[in-house]
């Protein structure tokens, strides 16, 4: 099946550095990524949606500038984390849209010292 | 906008029992797909069952079925003869009927199985 390998699976960076996070589709091509952030034992809630080829749109009350994504190409989006602070510090997924339905990541964990 | 509202924070069930989990949203429109997805311990998103709104039969999947009451925008999930490995956090989910839709997710619900 399609299946969207995300890395690093977990991350520990320093306050102030910025991550790169990266989601790939590895055999269908992904017009379309869904970016999530979760704490833990909540839901997912989605922080951006990228398109190929354009600028992502971002969710009411996400710092575009903090959370950089871009979509280069069909098959691999990015989410960028800048200047990371410990707040920071939760679950990232990402999602591909396909037909009508999501095939997801594995998720980062990402930790902010 | 579109809500989802999972009202179980948790629920438990004892192996091979039967346990529903609850869903309600709220809509205005008429065609959408619904979906209950499963997040175990390993935080993998695997897709449980799905449904279509026009489809008036409910959607099952092995041990996994849905009751769909669209008049009511309800959509509960029953796991019947309940496994181990069922042991998850369980989200249900809401998409528009359009060629791009994002998934609006309720709040989740922990489901514990006792052996």
């Known amino acids: 099946g399609a299946v969207v390998s995300q890395h690093p699976s977990w991350v520990i960076c320093k306050s102030g550095t910025s991550v790169k996070i990266e989601c790939r589709s590895l055999d269908f091509q992904a017009t379309t990524m869904f970016w999530y952030r979760q704490f833990p034992k909540q839901s997912l809630m989605l922080m951006a949606t990228s398109n190929e080829g354009s600028k992502a749109t971002y969710e009411q009350g996400v710092e575009k500038d903090k959370f950089l994504i871009n979509h280069a190409s069909l098959t691999l989006s990015t989410l960028t984390v800048t200047s990371a602070h410990p707040e920071d510090s939760s679950f990232y997924i990402c999602?591909?849209?396909?037909?009508?339905?999501?095939?997801f990541g594995s998720g980062t964990r990402l930790t902010v010292v | 906008a579109q809500t989802v509202t999972q009202s179980q924070p948790e629920m438990s069930v004892q192996e091979a029992e039967t346990v529903t989990l609850s869903c309600t949203y709220d809509t205005s429109e008429s065609d959408y797909y619904l979906f209950w997805y499963k997040q175990p311990p390993s935080r993998q998103m695997i897709l449980v069952i799905r449904q279509e709104a026009y489809k008036q039969q409910n959607a099952t999947e092995n041990r996994f079925s849905v009751n769909f009451q669209k008049a009511a925008k309800s959509f509960s999930l029953k796991i019947s003869d309940s496994q181990l490995g069922d042991a998850a956090m369980y989200f249900c989910a809401y998409r528009r009927s359009t060629s791009y839709g994002k998934l609006t997710f309720g709040q989740g619900t922990i489901l514990t199985v006792h052996p």
């Open positions: 999602s591909a849209e396909l037909g009508y339905g999501y095939t």
